[in-house]
């Protein structure tokens, strides 16, 4: 293509309210426009981006034995009452009503309509496993959109469902998925990495998000690099300590910490480590007991471990009044030591295994030092993994040590089982002739999101750095003197045609520009090989090469540009 | 593609609910399945159809130098009530709130959005034309959906929206959108037609329908045989008459038509053919003023023609105590003789043109005969094209006689000039350095309506009759013993194959159904072109081919097959 022919709109300046890199470069670079809150249109230089995702997602998904279909976005309430989730699902659900008051809602996800398709079109054993999926626009109302397409609010999805006679056929296409998504962000060119993910309310280990990685990623990944381990740090189990409870040195004793309040300052105040300290969190649960969750110093709390302790399902942080009334002190100084049997302690596991360590007196301005436990406190009534893990933390799998980093959660795959299928009596006739539950898979890739992680996985100063297989063109020629040199005309012009003849996805800039502008164009836009074609080095027959990803301009001739340019993309 | 990877799902009846032909063998072919009211799922082989018609259409937008885009569906009120439409659109509009009560809708069409982006986007003479366009879901909240995809809730649409720094551009631009709508539909394999349409408020010639041409049609319309012309019925003038009134031959009297109220009745009962009788339609305008719109007995009143009349922009048809109050008769014997000067008579342009006519005696079970303008009533207040035309109507162009036929718009072009760019102040600086307004056009197709108006057009008692360019594949490939015999199994696999290299949409049907289940679905599903395997055949190197246009079976050589089906591909 020409730029004469592209729409092409390119901003000096992203405006005010972008937060994040990749929304002020998709802005900047004229990949999408606002229309009001988590609203985009994608422009024309977008939506080449935005189809080069989804294409490559069809290719791998229609490869696995996928069927593509598409259902409407409008859905209507009773499907969703079925499931009991039209209560449930919150508000990030949009509910509509329509003309003649009956609730319908706009999709945010579509497992009640594919299961009422499947109950209707799936009744033999003999029809199964069957997988449909869609490329579809999704609505969910966040109540704060943000960060462009990163936490819109329509964005578009690629959303599989898959139906099965047994669990060993779900675990079978869940496998599939695994590799068919591993399969997809590989072509794309990102760098992600597949973690153990939490399964919520239906349990099991069958769960797993895809996360290209990024600085600016939302989500903590604990990855071992010894092994294939790897989970989202919600998830990803601290070991208990493989030492036994030191035996008690020092007497408790009070200490006065004037004004200290986080363990970190405490910790300095009495010139003690950081892991020496032990905080207590109050929380109360929803049968109004008031709990004490204790964690290292150091350590932070992971709120879906302490889920699923029993008794916290739910909970919520005490108010500053309950805390008084159950300690007699005020947040800022508390601790499980002298405290009414009433207090129920979870101690994490770490926590479990100190000894001689640092608390809260329950007395404003003073701690406890020297503190263990039988001796100065009975032992927790529950002892729990409710941490985050950490850098160098053991490796669930015995095979190393944890290490941390960022990620993008750009795609989700998950065994349902028969969460779906049973509340919505989606049955099939077995082998043995008797009706029995399907057991059901769902498989999701945020399409839209998948180009906001590219480019913040990808850019520089200049702006975005595409992989090859999602930036907007693969090359582009910028001709120094178009409108005004017959010879570079005539070159830029007759090299566009032989790349275009080759299957290259080109990118000829013949607008009336500087340079230096149509170079800042290329380099913002994220073109990853840019051609530049010029009088004085046509004179030798020689024109310039240099790849957006870095690396210094080398000269190459003319005549064998076409056959450089493969060899670069195919390197 | 072969029919064991594909999710084929047939029905051998419709369900009860459809009504159209195409909605039922949608239905019935598993293109569609129904969610809920105007709510349908394009089921994999359903989609297959969809996205080449959806390819088809890019294509040609995208080599009349269209730029693809893609908006958001949920569109913000503000915008609407910019151009006033959020309260004049009515109820096909879905409105919604969000979560915090900000009001949207689902996009029934996009010109506020695109305007929106247009006024920001477009500064200069030196960006003009642009004309962008998108693929898209829409939502109309119709009163009474059915018919299937053809009046849906929710569909598919292309709708492209060109902006202009004159008249003569957005003129040039359309006659390109008029050309690519022929490329597409032609490409498409359909029989359609382009015809003139009404521009409802803005006036102007600058409108035109694409109707593909079938029985069913929604849609009358008129052309010429002998001429291009060629228009909707709503908007195809009706010629005055080419002779002069003709001398008063008979005395005006009173004759008994006991029980006799439609012309045809009335003009049976009196022995006169039905061109000597008037009809006349009582209807009060806006402001309250009574008027009789006078017709000839065998034409139909034509209400956008009347809505031009002056006076008439809007009307509604009196009641029946309101012709009583006006005329002192009820309806059904009601005429323009000796009636108050406060009543307004409007004739039709053929009416303006009898002598010696019939019409009601504005007496119960009375008519008049031998009636006379000017000696029996006063001439009409206004003359005016105000019936549909009939076949054997002078063509407008005076080119020959019009002709009617039915057709389903899948089309439609329109010259919005500046009723939307005007109202959001959509301004560029002209060559001149001054601000002015851009002329604007905008052009839609519907997408999943083109499907069933494809299987309108092409079906017999076997099923749907896809032109090739939409068909879900091309070709079929149907083994007889495809699971019992080996040379059968061997040589419909090397054909598949060969085919496949060959560029051909080639479907195998390696089920082990029935042949006779097997042709059926086949025929059912509407492919064009059939290949027949057999053992007996094979014995002597020969397979069948069949077309499911018609014509008879023909043998051909399995050496030469390939070779075959290019040549019935080509013709």
Sequence with gaps: MRTSQLYLSTLKEAPAEAELISHKLMLRAGIIKRLGSGLY????????????????????????????????????????QETGRW????????????????????????????????????????????????????????IRPRFGVMRAREFMMKDAYSFHANFESLEATYAVMHQTYSAIFSRLGLKFRAVAADTGAIGGS?????????????????????????ANVELAEALAPDHLRARALEEMHEVATPGKIACEDVAEFLGLPLDKTVKAIAVVNDANVFHLLLLRGDHNLNEVKTNKVEGLATFRFATEAEVEAALGCRPGYIGPVGIPET?????????????????????????????????????????????????????????????????IEVGHIFQLRTKYSESMNCLFTDQDGQQKVMEMGCYGIGVSRVVAAAIEQGHD???????????????????????????VRAAADALYLKLVAAGVDVLLD?????????????????????????????????????????????????DTAVDCVRGKLAA
Excluded at 207 to 227: K, T
Excluded at 529 to 541: Q, Y
């Design 41 to 80: 249109t994608w422009m024309p230089l977008g939506l080449r981006i935005l189809r080069k995702v989804e294409n490559i997602v069809r290719e791998e998904m229609n490869r696995s034995g996928a069927q593509e279909l598409l259902m409407p976005a409008v859905q209507p309430a009773e499907l969703w």
């Design 87 to 142: 209560e449930v699902f919150g508000p990030q659900m949009l509910k509509i009503k329509d003309r003649h008051e009956r609730d319908f809602c706009f999709g945010p996800t579509h497992e009640e309509v594919i299961t009422d398709i499947a109950r209707t079109e799936l009744r033999s054993y003999k029809q199964l496993p069957m997988n449909f999926y869609q490329i579809q626009t999704k609505f969910r109302d966040e």
């Design 206 to 230: 069958g769960s797993h998000e895809f996360h290209v990685l990024a600085d600016a990623g939302e989500d903590l990944l604990a990855y071992c690099p010894d092994s294939d381990y790897a």
């Design 343 to 407: 207090v129920r302690v979870v101690a994490d596991r770490t926590v479990f295994a100190m000894s001689d360590f640092v608390c809260g007196a329950n007395k404003p301005g003073y701690h406890l030092k020297g503190v263990n436990f039988l001796r100065d406190l009975p032992d927790p009534a529950v002892v729990a993994d409710i941490r985050n893990v950490v850098a160098g933390d053991p490796s669930p799998d015995g095979k190393g040590k944890l290490e941390l980093c960022r990620g």
């Design 461 to 487: 100063d200049k702006g975005i750095k595409f992989p090859s297989a999602l930036a907007p063109f693969t090359v582009c020629i910028v001709p120094m003197g178009y409108h005004r040199s017959e010879t």
């Design 510 to 558: 013949d607008r009336n520009e500087r340079p230096g502008s149509m170079f800042a164009d290329m380099e913002l836009i994220g073109i990853p090989h840019r051609l530049t074609i010029g009088d004085k080095g046509l004179a030798e027959g020689m024109i310039e090469y240099v790849a957006r990803s870095g690396g210094d301009m080398e000269k190459i001739a003319l």
